[in-house]
């Protein structure tokens, strides 16, 4: 701040002015020493500042405010004064036998310097909240939603949130004082040619609007209201030079238009609305993403075979992800038989899926030139060493064929995984030898195979090793094992494939009780039950 020049001091009885005068303009409030003639002898910084007419060697008279002159010729408590618009507050004390000081305050300054800092507090706490509700969520339509309310009653009376959406069209939420929930809809294109400024904001210039030069057709920019609007800004939401979309903010005319001050502000909350915008688009893609790539990886669901009845379970080591290391498939063949398979590759997650559905790939082209089960597996072997890496899968594959007596035959070929178990309608368990190497370990590796017939309602149960390596018991730690996988198969003997199997799994879960768990993968195939009329 820059202050009025002031003329050499005149001399002040028994002080050194110098001194005084150095002492005063280390005050921040206004200080006047006047003699009982209101004759003006110091005055510091600050009263030069709030009173340019005074000088040293005038006078009080020159103010025309009463309240300071030589009728105060004693000391006061805080007086309340006007000058040149501003409040003052104000305290006389006497100096000495000819001497007297006025200590004044400007109340006005430090009301706007305290008016400016709540505002500027308010500001503040309102973004950071509108941050954090714009980031507490990724999806596109809550992002949207929260736009247009967090926007009412801060910024404006209505707020609408307008982006370009699919096959042209634009998709707007608005919210305002009146409307609870907020209002959705779409839009046509040829909006960008009856709204004046939208085109421009949507290339990122903000831009107003009078409301009496909408179209009928762009009712979506206001809601009705007795009140009545007043102007329309339209500002572009914009994030890493990109518009996004635009927000719409319009004020009842009672309450005014925008100033320029607030403009800033907008343009902060636009921003941030435009970030959360493109994370909940990226999101959204990702989500698109990961959801086609777990429909390739998921096994998918089980096909009608002819003379069969099957059933399976699937649980990946975690959950969320959907997809993990075991697999399994059934492919019919045009002769009424069919290929399964389950198999499990080396760890779990992502990377351990990848190699799954490379293995299902190849499964599927492979399957069109080979049919006999050690033969393919040796061809899908060649294809796992092909392609490279340090994982491994091991696998079960078979070909059932139906025959005419209603039995289910099975040709197994194995590669180094588990051995199935068959389930007589008897209540025997017979666990099937089918030996053979890990699949993608080496290059010249056996598969062998067994043959298995299965009478009617009798099932052939494959399974993972995440079925009997599942830890749990009272230690936590014991394995559930092929033994407790028996008896379970026993106990469950008789029992339709999709049965069996669902008993099997929650005998499993509560072993493990809750805990974490390898991928677990159950197979069964069931020889078709007899009908009544086969069996008179």
């Not at 001091?9 to 002080?15: E, I, K, L, R």
């Not at 004390?93 to 507090?121: F, M």
């Not at 909240?129 to 309310?149: F, H, N, P, Y």
């Not at 909006?191 to 904001?201: D, F, H, N, Y």
Request: charged residues 20%; proline residues 7%; hydrophobic residues 40%.
């Amino acid at each position: 701040m820059s202050y009025p020049e002031r003329p050499p001091p005149a001399h002040v009885p028994n002080v050194e002015t110098g001194m005084w005068q150095a002492l005063l303009d280390g005050v921040e409030d206004a200080v006047l020493v006047h003699d009982e003639h209101n004759a003006i002898h110091l005055l510091n910084h600050a009263a030069a500042a709030l009173f340019p007419k005074l000088n040293v060697g005038g006078s009080l008279e020159d103010l025309d405010i009463r309240a300071l002159g030589a009728g105060q010729a004693m000391d006061t408590e805080l007086v309340e004064l006007q000058h040149d618009g501003r409040r003052l507050r104000a305290r006389h004390r006497r100096l000495g036998e000819s001497l007297y000081a006025w200590y004044i305050q400007n109340v006005t300054d430090e009301i706007d310097h305290v008016n400016e800092l709540l505002i500027q507090r308010s500001q503040v706490s309102f973004l950071a909240e509108a941050s954090r509700q714009l980031g507490s969520s990724l999806q596109r339509g809550r992002t949207l939603r929260s736009i247009a309310q967090l926007a009412v009653p801060t910024l404006a009376d209505s707020a609408t949130v307008l982006i370009p959406a699919r096959r042209g069209l634009f998709e707007w939420w608005r919210c305002s004082a009146a409307a609870t929930p907020p209002d959705r809809g779409r839009a046509g294109r040829r909006v960008l040619r009856t709204v004046p400024g939208l085109a421009e904001a949507l290339t990122g210039t903000l831009t107003e609007l009078d409301p009496a030069r909408l179209p009928a057709d762009a009712a979506w920019a206001l809601p009705d209201s007795p009140e009545g609007f007043g102007q329309i800004l339209l500002a572009p939401m914009t994030h890493e030079n990109r518009t996004v979309g635009v927000l719409a903010l319009s004020r009842y005319k009672a309450r005014g238009g925008f100033q320029p001050e607030e403009l800033a502000l907008i343009e902060d909350f636009t921003t941030r609305s435009a970030l959360a915008l493109s994370q909940a688009a990226s999101y959204a893609e990702q989500v698109d993403t990961a959801a086609t790539l777990q429909a390739e990886l998921v096994p998918p669901p089980l096909p009608t075979v002819p003379g069969a009845v099957l059933s399976a379970c699937y649980r990946p080591a975690r959950e969320p992800l959907r997809v993990g290391g075991d697999f399994y498939e059934v492919h019919p063949r045009t002769d009424g038989s069919a290929m399964f398979l389950l198999g499990d590759v080396c760890g779990n997650g992502v990377e351990a899926a990848a190699l799954a559905g490379r293995v299902r790939h190849s499964l599927h082209a492979l399957r069109l030139v080979e049919s006999a089960p050690a033969r393919l597996l040796h061809l899908v072997n060649q294809a796992v060493l092909a392609h490279g890496g340090n994982r491994f899968t091991t696998m079960l594959v078979g070909s059932m064929t139906p025959e005419p007596s209603g039995e289910l035959e099975l040709v197994l070929g194995g590669g180094g995984h588990p051995n199935p178990m068959v389930v007589r309608t008897n209540g025997t368990v017979d666990e099937i030898d089918v030996p053979g190497a890990l699949v993608g370990i080496l290059p010249d590796a056996r598969f062998g195979e067994a043959t298995v017939t299965l009478a009617p309602s009798e099932v052939c149960v494959l399974y993972s090793d995440g079925v009997t390596e599942a830890r749990g018991g009272k230690t936590g730690r014991e394995l559930f094992g092929s033994d407790r996988l028996r008896a379970a198969l026993r106990e469950f003997a008789g029992l339709p494939a999709s049965t069996l199997i669902h008993r099997v799994e929650q005998r499993i879960d509560a072993w493990l009780d809750g805990r974490d768990h390898d991928d677990i993968a159950l197979l069964a195939v069931q020889a078709a039950p007899m009908t009544t009329a086969e069996l008179s």
